[in-house]
């Protein structure tokens, strides 16, 4: 998974010569939109402030009900819930508990069913209140949930890879976004996946491609190092 810390811009022209030219004009568009919300909102996506202790479950539970109905409000106590008992629990744990938590509590959409949009990257409120959401909106909820419990955001990026389709050597990929952990700097990094529900690390997901990764301290263009 991606290796080299960069800036936005820098050692993408050598991946963009990689790929087609259509693949290429979506990673730069996915490229600007990761450099203001790096910057911007991903470690408080809506609710989660970098300041407070906690946030407010009260209003967000209130707000899940008034915006999705008795559904969207048992999925955010559920979840409240499934943080209170994760902040006990070993690293590990942790990653297994919030993995699971929303391969199971979110049904995978396409944003323009959900959202009528081709692209939208939703809050968790947004994803668990609906109970719907893509790749991205699995990896953004498990990344802030995780960082509410307490995992350093350093060990965690929303890595946005190629998956290969079919059988091995297929050729045909489409775009995809996992989150993985690296629990050192150098360690190999586990992939939680809506996909594959297991924690595996990346040697055993031959499947995926990384293009690149990122959180709130930046963004990592993938390197000659495979994952």
Not at 7 to 15: E, F, G, H, V, W
Not at 84 to 106: C, H, I, M, Q, Y
Not at 128 to 138: I, N, P, V
Not at 151 to 171: C, D, H, K, Q
Request: net charge neutral; aromatic share 10%; glycine share 8%.
């Amino acid at each position: 998974v991606p290796t080299h810390a960069t800036k936005p811009y820098t050692r993408i022209t050598a991946l963009i010569m990689a790929h087609s030219r259509r693949f290429a004009a979506w990673v730069l568009t996915r490229v600007l939109r990761v450099r203001t919300f790096v910057s911007a909102t991903c470690v408080g996506l809506v609710f989660v402030v970098a300041a407070a202790a906690a946030p407010d479950f009260d209003h967000i539970v209130r707000l899940a009900a008034e915006r999705y109905g008795a559904q969207g409000e048992e999925t955010l106590r559920a979840w409240r819930s499934m943080l209170e008992t994760g902040k006990s629990l070993s690293e590990p744990d942790k990653l297994e508990l919030v993995n699971a938590f929303f391969n199971s509590r979110v049904a995978f959409e396409d944003d323009q069913i959900v959202w009528h949009l081709p692209d939208y990257w939703a809050t968790p409120l947004e994803t668990l209140g609906r109970g719907e959401g893509d790749c991205e909106d699995y990896s953004i909820g498990k990344y802030v949930s995780l960082g509410m419990l307490g995992v350093p955001i350093e060990r965690l990026r929303i890595t946005y890879v190629r998956a290969e389709l079919g059988m091995p050597g297929s050729g045909i990929s489409q775009a995809h976004m996992v989150l993985a952990y690296y629990a050192t700097p150098d360690a190999e990094p586990l992939v939680l996946d809506n996909l594959v529900s297991e924690l595996r690390p990346a040697s055993r997901r031959p499947d995926l491609r990384p293009v690149f990764g990122f959180n709130s301290q930046g963004l990592w263009v993938a390197g000659n190092r495979g994952p």
